[in-house]
Nanobody, 122 residues
Framework: QVQLVESGGGLVQAGGSLRLSCAAS????????MGWFRQAPGKEREFVAT????????YYADSVKGRFTISRDNAKNTMYLQMNSLKPEDTAVYYC???????????????WGQGTQVTVSS
């Protein structure tokens, strides 16, 4: 069982940066695949990025590639999402998730945080 708590959201101007954190509880944090998703008002939840433990390989949605960086610190049971060059269309509630396979489908993730709001003003 894993419990996830996101933090670091807020209001930022376009072109700015934010770093989201996802603190996980549970001794088996290092065995999970971790991911970030986001959901804007009136839209479906969409994949942002994911990271595999064994290789630390990372995967990104095309819309954030080159601007966002996902990372994890297993010793601290924490995952991060560094977001640079933010755009108004990045405005959404951002969720961290844990699962057992590398996938962009939200249905395949077993555990979710409560979400943190990111608002990018133009």
């Amino acid at each position: 069982q894993v419990q996830l708590v996101e933090s670091g959201g807020g209001l930022v101007q376009a072109g700015g940066s934010l770093r989201l954190s996802c603190a996980a509880s549970g001794r088996t944090f290092s065995t999970y695949v971790m991911g970030w998703f986001r959901q804007a008002p009136g839209k479906e939840r969409e994949f942002v990025a994911t990271i595999r433990l064994s290789t630390m390989n990372t995967y990104y949605a095309d819309s954030v590639k080159g601007r966002f960086t996902i990372s994890r610190d297993n010793a601290k049971n924490t995952m991060y999402l560094q977001m640079n060059s933010l755009k108004p269309e990045d405005t959404a509630v951002y969720y961290c998730a844990a699962g057992f396979r590398v996938t962009s489908s939200s249905k395949d993730y077993n555990y979710w945080g409560q979400g943190t709001q990111v608002t990018v003003s133009s």
